[in-house]
């Protein structure tokens, strides 16, 4: 599959929910999967689950093809076998689904740079509003309450409909497969705020994600918020360390990070590292390593924050810095996401995604359906508790 690298996939990410789930990640600057470096022209995947039951891929390739024979559906002819299989993560795709997943992972998108959450009343309201995005230009703001998206009210729905109403995200009545507006599609949305409702119509743009945002505590630390690794992530990151006051040090906040591109996660670990061993996975058997690249800062203290939104190629960059002793983590134990799926392409240009195997911390610890339990185990005022580290360790003023 030309331009494929390899992804670490998100809890949940199932197929057509799945694809919803993943861009109100993305909306809310948390985006999903990753990437390992690929040793040959396959694409392998980490993804969140132990190598138990998994379907053969020419068995899903074979089904697949009779089912594109017989007209019918090759995607769902492949769904079925995947499901029968009892691989729980393996997932097949089709191929605007598998486009769009790609372009996310880029970090861009398709929508009105307005993301969503239900408030303890019910009500849907904007959690968050992309500066100098079409919702931002229409002067909506973070906490108006959504009423109605096309004239359809939209408090009942779940969050994830409400993103991809916002997409555009639909079905071809005919073919059954996902169409998606495009940029430059119009949407209506109804809303509300201190009593008053009024409509605004937006046109859908080419948005991109942040991914990666940086602060400096009052302390003098560096904060670095990543809610995926997307493509550019490692490198802003490695950047940021290098450029901050010697002897400040990081707050690498990895909750709610569902994952990202495996080789952006090699390159934050670097950004800590001077070379080494971040992880090592398998493949059918096959054992491979994942290693730093030589130079990073060793010197500047270091906490990971960390819960049980920190999945996969998150775990990857948690994992490699407990291990490795560069990082003190806090937090709540991690969602326990490790194992390697393989990405095939079918008759139909779907793709179907495959548990092969899974990958283990430089220590070796197996974190698929484990996670990685922080140094201090904190529940409530993580955030500051792990301040409290930091300073400690010296990394504050």
Same mark, same amino acid.
């Given at each position: 599959?030309p ?22 990640s993305?909306l809310?600057?948390a ?5 390992? +470096?690929?040793?040959? /022209? ?13 379907? @053969? ?17 090759a995607?769902?002819a492949?769904?079925d ?36 959450k ?13 500066p ?5 230009l ?86 670095i ?13 490695r ?5 901050? +006051?010697?002897g400040?040090?990081?707050l ?11 080789? /952006? ?28 690249d ?13 819960d ?24 709540? +134990? ?6 390697v ?12 995604e ?19 339990? +922080?140094?201090?185990?904190? @529940? ?13 360790l010296g990394?504050?003023?």
């Open positions: 599959m331009g494929h690298e390899n992804r670490l996939r998100p809890h949940g990410f199932y197929r057509g929910a799945a694809l919803t789930l993943l861009f109100a993305v809310a600057t985006a999903a999967t990753g990437s390992l +470096p690929r040793a040959d /022209e396959e694409a392998e995947r980490i993804s969140t689950r132990s190598v138990a039951s998994t379907a @053969d891929k020419d068995e899903v390739a074979r089904a697949a093809a009779e089912a594109m024979a017989d007209g019918k559906s995607t769902e492949a769904e076998v995947v499901s029968r299989s009892g691989d729980r993560w393996g997932a097949v795709y089709d191929k605007g689904e598998y486009e769009e997943f790609e372009q996310a992972l880029d970090g861009k998108y398709t929508g009105v740079g307005l993301s969503a239900r408030l303890a009343d019910g009500r849907i309201a904007a959690s968050k509003v992309q100098g995005g079409p919702a931002a229409a002067g909506i703001k973070a906490g108006d309450i959504l009423r109605t998206i096309d004239g359809e009210a939209v408090g009942t729905r779940p969050v994830t409909e409400v993103v991809a109403l916002l997409r555009g995200d639909g079905t071809d009545r005919d073919t059954g497969e996902s169409e998606d507006a495009s940029a430059g599609t119009t949407v209506v949305l109804g809303l509300s705020r201190d009593g008053r409702d009024w409509t605004r119509t937006l046109r859908r743009a080419s948005l991109s994600t942040d991914a990666v945002t940086f602060d400096t505590g009052a302390d003098g630390a560096l904060v918020k990543v809610s995926a690794f997307t493509k550019g992530s490692g490198k802003q990151i950047d940021a360390v290098r450029q901050a +006051p010697r400040a040090g990081v690498l906040d990895l909750r709610g990070n569902a994952g990202g591109l495996v080789t /952006e996660a090699v390159q934050t670990a670097s950004a800590f590292l001077d070379g080494g061993l971040v992880a090592t996975y398998d493949i059918r058997g096959e054992q491979r390593s994942l290693y730093a030589p130079g990073g800062d060793t010197e500047r203290p270091v906490v990971a924050l960390v049980g939104g920190t999945m996969s190629a998150a775990e990857l960059v948690t994992g490699a810095l407990q291990d490795r002793g560069r990082a003190i983590t806090v937090g709540s +134990p991690t969602f326990g996401k490790g194992s799926q393989m990405p095939s392409e079918l008759p139909d240009g779907s793709v179907a495959l548990t092969v195997g899974h990958y283990r911390t430089p220590a070796g610890h197996k974190v698929d359906d484990k996670g990685i339990t +922080p140094d201090l185990v904190v @529940d409530e005022q993580a955030q500051e508790r792990a301040r409290t580290v930091l300073s400690g990394g504050g003023s």
